[in-house]
């Protein structure tokens, strides 16, 4: 990921990121879903959740309930 953007939330679940994406949208943060998964085997690998640095600690407190 570039520069200035820091993970907030990692799952092995598609529909886990696309959550705690929206929640972080609904909330004013820019977010974005890397998808880490390979290619050949779909059940390896993780989505990771980024937003911008200097919205990190709101958006760890926003996935506080997602992340249990």
Known sequence: ?????KDVFLTVHEYKATMAKDILENAGLKAVVL???DSA?????????YVEENDE???LELLKELKR
Do not use: L
């Not at 059940?43 to 959740?49: K, L, Q």
């Open 35 to 37: 998808n880490q998964h």
């Open 57 to 59: 600690q709101k958006a």
């Open 41 to 49: 085997y779909k059940s390896f690998g993780d989505f990771v959740v």
């Open 1 to 5: 990921m570039e520069k200035g953007w």
